[in-house]
C-alpha cells in the first residue's frame, strides 16, 4: 500500500474520536471516583441500549452505545437494538463524514512550521522509527511533519485492524450503518458535532510536545496498551459499561493522556444542550461511543439529572 493510499485510509476512519475507543473516551480516575458507579444501580447495569422516558417525551427514545471500529453484521447478534431503531423515527450520532472537506481538514493532521524529529529525541525518534517501520514499512523521515497524534493513531488503528473479533463482523461501521440506513427509511438525522470540532479535539488541543509525549508513551507501553484493548472489546461484547470505564482509565494513565474530560465530560455536557430538543420532537435513536454513556458525568447520569427515566434494555 502506498503511503498517499495509508493516509486515505486513515481517514476513513478519523471519526471513531474516535478511531480508538480508550484514546478518544478515557478519562482520569482521580476525576471519576469508582464509588460513582456504586451509588448508582440503574446505570451501571450492564446494557449498552437504554430506554429514555419521562420529563415531557410523549413516546420514548433510545441511547445505544456504539463501537466505533465494529460493522454493522454485529447487529444481527442484538436484534433488540435494531427492533428499537426501526421504531424510531430519527436518529442521531456523534457526526458524518462529508469527503468534500475531508482533504481540507486534513491539514489538521500536519505541523508545516515543526517535525517529528526537532520534537523527539534522536533515541525516541528512532523507536517510535522502528515501530512506523515494521507497521507501515515506510521511514518515519517521510512522515516528518505528520503531527505526532496523526502517528499515534496510525499505530494504533492498524493494531485494531488485527483483531480477528472485530473481523469477523462486515458492513460499515455501527454510527455510519445508522446515519445511512435511517435515511434510507426516512428518518430525521441529526449530529451532535461539526467533522472541524472532532478534528480540533484530535489534533489541536494539546499541545504537540504533549502529543509527542503521548506517542512515546504509546510505542513504549505497547505490549500492555494492546493487552487492555483486547480487554475493552471483550467487555464491550460483555455490555459491561462500568468495567469499560474503569479500564479506559488505566489505558489512559498508562499511554500519558491526562485529562481526558475535554474529550467526554465536556462533550457530554454540550450534547444535553440539544438531545432534549430532539427527543421532544419526535421517538430518536441516538448512537454514540459507548463510554459517553457511564460515570459521572456520563449521558446516562446527565439524562437522569435532567429529570429522564432511564431503562436499560439488553
Keep these: 500500500m ?4 495509508k493516509i486515505t485510509w486513515l481517514y476513513l476512519f478519523l471519526f471513531a474520536l474516535l478511531l480508538h475507543p480508550t484514546l478518544g473516551e478515557a478519562q482520569k480516575v482521580k476525576s471519576k471516583p469508582a464509588k460513582t458507579v456504586k451509588t448508582q444501580p440503574t446505570t451501571s447495569a450492564k446494557a449498552l441500549l437504554w430506554e429514555i422516558s419521562g420529563n415531557g417525551l410523549k413516546q420514548p427514545s433510545y441511547l445505544y452505545g456504539t463501537y466505533h471500529l ?26 458524518e463524514i462529508d469527503s468534500a472537506k475531508m482533504m481540507l481538514l486534513g491539514a489538521k493532521m500536519i505541523m508545516p512550521d515543526n517535525k517529528l524529529s526537532a520534537l523527539l529525541n534522536p533515541e525516541d525518534f528512532a523507536l517510535v522509527g522502528q515501530e512506523v517501520k515494521q507497521a507501515f514499512g515506510f521511514d518515519l523521515a517521510m512522515a516528518d511533519q505528520m503531527k505526532p ?3 499515534l493513531l496510525m499505530l494504533s488503528l492498524t493494531e485494531y485492524q488485527k483483531m480477528e473479533v472485530l473481523k469477523q463482523y462486515k458492513g460499515q461501521p455501527l454510527d455510519g450503518f445508522f446515519a445511512d440506513q435511517g435515511r434510507k427509511d426516512g428518518k430525521k438525522i441529526h449530529t451532535l458535532e461539526t467533522m472541524e470540532q472532532q478534528f480540533d479535539l484530535l489534533y489541536s488541543h494539546h499541545p504537540l510536545d504533549k502529543q509527542a509525549e503521548q506517542l512515546v508513551a504509546y510505542v513504549k507501553n505497547k505490549d500492555k496498551a494492546l493487552e487492555i484493548s483486547d480487554r475493552l472489546v471483550e467487555l464491550y461484547f460483555n455490555k459491561d459499561l462500568p468495567a469499560m470505564w474503569t479500564i479506559s ?30 427527543m421532544k420532537e419526535q421517538a430518536t435513536f441516538v448512537a454514540v461511543g459507548a463510554l459517553h454513556l457511564p ?8 439524562l437522569q439529572k435532567a429529570g429522564y427515566t432511564v431503562k436499560p434494555l439488553q
Excluded at 454493522?72 to 436484534?79: G, I
Excluded at 498508562?254 to 467526554?264: E, F, I, Q
Design 2 to 5: 502506498s503511503f498517499k493510499n
Design 70 to 95: 465494529l460493522n454493522d453484521s454485529y447487529l444481527n447478534s442484538v436484534p433488540e437494538v435494531k427492533e428499537q431503531f426501526n421504531k424510531s423515527k430519527a436518529v442521531v450520532i456523534e457526526t
Design 149 to 151: 497524534m496523526t502517528i
Design 249 to 278: 482509565e488505566e489505558y489512559n494513565e498508562l499511554t500519558g493522556g491526562g485529562d481526558m474530560s475535554y474529550m467526554v465530560d465536556d462533550r457530554n455536557i454540550d450534547w444535553m444542550t440539544k438531545l432534549p430538543a430532539i
Design 295 to 302: 460515570g459521572e458525568n456520563g449521558l446516562l447520569q446527565l
